[in-house]
């Protein structure tokens, strides 16, 4: 529930009690204030709920900020000990952080004070080789229990490379009161969006903007649901001096501002020197096609080392390419390292490409309504082809044509295909001739293609042995991929026979055969084994087993009676057929009735066959990218419940 300023500052003073159990010297009064609140009842699997949490910013004409912020939660549950830390981001030369300080008071009224001398600094990008930005931190979790209140607070001193500043209401957890204030100078006015809740007005006082939100609920974590960025209550404020008065500060009224800030720091980077392009010349000599060019110098990128060093970035440099050739002789870069080195490769080979601002791990996480950079967090490609190249990764831009979008950071993802977190999001083709978003391309269900046969034997006393063979495509091949070249080779085996053994109890495997063919977008796998208890032998006539030896590898946990959060589905098929021969002297006496399913969301078909002494039994499942309403939940666990019964229906075999 939204509440203006004043009638929040009542109703919190209305909620303290006498603070009698802390001496006012040892914790200033808003910590005081926070901890005598009297919270509302939960539910009992929320773990923290927060307090405060306050932000007030000052930002003047030349883009010097400073910003004060306060924050304090109480742990309700022991596993909410991971909320007592808090932290602040800064980059050194640049940022001053002053008056960094913490509190632990717990239900005794007992205060542990935290200072310089528990405070911690840090990378903040523990996978990049060297990034200026690093974080302060002050850590409570081994003080932290149940009823105690953990509250911190910082001053910070930076510049801001932007006019733009973004607010999180909230995490997970509940929260009280939150409230973000900036302070703008003389003349200076503010616009601000509200992204996962309704739109919260400003309350304004001259050049001063506040927003606030109070009492905010919990928000559950649901398996399928969107990211939790997509749900949480967010707000992002772009300000902006009076007509006509020169700034130090970047001002984005548009994208098509944004895109030619991008384009003026990236464009001077593509460099072509006589070592690069002898190499394009050499990675494309028998190339064919325009597709077997841009392939060719793919493959090559993608094999570059990523390694991410960031310095300039508090003047904009975390956005700025080092140049093709530097990148290419030192044979390392980072995502917009890569993308600038192809782009460049490529246009010794006469083709255009353009770099593409885009967010990784969350296709929903870009709004089209708040045009800023600081929404993207990684860089690829967008390659311009003709008509004779056709796969399912092309867009069609407005202005610029036939747009082939490929991720050269991702090395488990050929060329023609795209990272299942990156399809469907809204990105920036990086050119001053781009004048808004362009959604990203999603490739439908069959070429993410999933293909399985299994060939089997019965015996008598229930024993089964036999063999599996996969071949995958498209994203789902980029799974298995991915788990192939991360685990060490025991690793990986023992995750197979996991596998295996969840389906087929007590299962002996064999051999495992993966086979990873990257230029044709496939992997393969081919499993052995054998077991002496599937089938379960019943007064000496009768013999049960499933047909459904092993699982799809997907696992759905939609068991929950109730959803509040939608249900985010991604594009797969499958398919499978399984042979039994079965063993002399019994014939099938009851199958299980087949089994077709549809929905807006997706299919499911099985199908049962007695030839030859052999069950044939198919099964094969089609599953579209979309996101379904809470309000359709029931229609999406009933789907994937009939999916699991049809798995588990038994064959019964009968002596003759």
């Known amino acids: 529930m939204k509440l203006r300023f004043v009638a929040v500052l009542s109703f919190l003073l209305l909620l303290v009690a006498p603070a009698h159990a802390i001496a006012g010297d040892e914790a200033p009064s808003w910590v005081q204030q926070a901890a005598a609140l009297k919270v509302p009842s939960y539910d009992k699997d929320v773990s923290a709920v927060v307090l405060v949490d306050d932000s007030t910013t000052n930002i003047d004409a030349q883009g010097f900020v400073t910003e004060t912020y306060k924050y304090a939660v109480r742990i309700l549950k022991r596993e909410g000990r991971v909320y007592a830390e808090g932290g602040v981001g800064y980059i050194p030369e640049i940022a001053k952080i002053k008056d960094f300080r913490a509190w632990l008071i717990r239900p005794s009224g007992d205060i542990k004070r935290y200072g310089k001398d528990e405070t911690i600094d840090l990378a903040a990008a523990d996978n990049d080789v060297y990034n200026e930005y690093r974080t302060k931190q002050i850590k409570a979790l081994q003080d932290a229990d ?85 749900l949480a209550a967010r707000l992002a404020v772009s300000y902006y001096p009076p007509v006509g008065q020169t700034t130090a500060i970047k001002t984005f009224g548009d994208w098509a501002t944004v895109a030619a800030w991008v384009t003026e720091l990236g464009d001077p980077q593509v460099i072509v020197d006589d070592a690069l392009a002898r190499k394009a010349y ?13 392939r060719a110098i793919a493959q090559y990128v993608q094999n570059i080392q990523y390694i991410s060093i960031q310095t300039g ?46 967010y990784s791990g ?21 390659v311009k082809v003709g008509d004779q190249t056709v796969v399912g990764t092309i867009v069609e831009h407005a202005t610029l044509g036939r747009l082939m979008i490929f991720d050269p950071t991702d090395s488990e993802t050929p060329l023609g295909d795209l990272p299942f977190y990156l399809q469907g999001s809204l990105a920036l083709i990086n050119s001053k001739e781009s004048k808004a978003l362009i959604r990203m391309p999603v490739t439908p269900p069959e070429t993410n293609q999933l293909e399985r046969s299994a060939t089997l034997a019965l015996r008598l006393d229930g024993a089964l042995t036999g063999s599996i063979v996969e071949q995958a495509k498209g994203q789902t091949a980029a799974r ?23 389906g087929a109890a ?113 099964r094969s499942f089609l599953q579209r990218a979309m996101t379904i309403p809470a309000a359709g939940y029931a229609s999406v ?20």
């Open 506 to 618: 007590a299962a002996t495997v064999a051999k495992i055969e993966p086979s990873d063919d990257v230029a044709d977008g496939r992997f393969s796998l081919k499993v052995e084994f054998s077991t002496n208890t599937y089938g379960q032998l019943m007064q000496g006539r009768l013999l049960v087993f499933k047909p459904a030896v092993v699982s799809r590898r997907e696992t759905l946990a939609l068991t929950a009676a109730e959803r509040k959060h939608p249900v985010v589905l991604r594009s797969s098929s499958y398919s499978e057929t399984a042979r039994f021969k079965l063993p002399a002297g019994f014939d099938v006496d009851e199958l299980p009735e087949p089994v077709k399913l549809e929905a807006a969301f997706g299919t499911y078909v099985t199908s049962y066959e007695v030839k030859d002494g052999e069950l044939i039994f198919k």
């Open 282 to 294: 050499e990675l494309t000599a028998l190339a064919k096609t325009e597709f077997d060019k841009i």
């Open 362 to 382: 969350d296709p929903d996480y870009v709004k089209p309504d708040w045009p800023s950079p600081q929404q993207f967090n990684h860089c690829i490609i967008a």
């Open 313 to 358: 970035i508090g003047r904009g440099g975390g956005y700025r390419p080092h140049s093709s050739s530097e990148v290419f002789a030192k044979s390392y870069g980072d995502c917009k390292d890569k993308a600038n080195l192809m782009r460049a490769m490529l246009k010794v080979v006469g083709i255009t490409a353009f770099p593409v601002s885009i």
């Open 480 to 502: 298995f991929r991915t788990e192939f070249r991360r685990l060490a080779r025991p690793e990986y085996n023992s995750m197979v026979e996991r596998w295996i053994t969840a």
């Open 146 to 230: 149940a009823g105690t209140v953990f509250a911190y607070t910082y001053s910070r001193e930076d510049r801001s490379v932007f006019s733009q500043a973004d607010w999180k209401f909230q995490t997970s957890i509940p929260v009280i009161n939150s409230r973000y204030t900036l302070v703008l100078p003389a003349g200076w006015r503010a616009e601000a969006v509200t992204f996962n809740h309704s739109r919260v007005e400003p309350q304004v006082n001259g050049s001063t903007y506040r927003w606030e939100l109070s009492n905010l609920e919990a928000l559950p974590d649901e398996p399928l649901s969107p990211s939790l960025m997509n």
């Open 637 to 656: 666990r009933s789907f994937f419940e009939r999916i699991r019964e049809a798995e588990q229906a038994p064959v019964v075999l009968a002596r003759k």
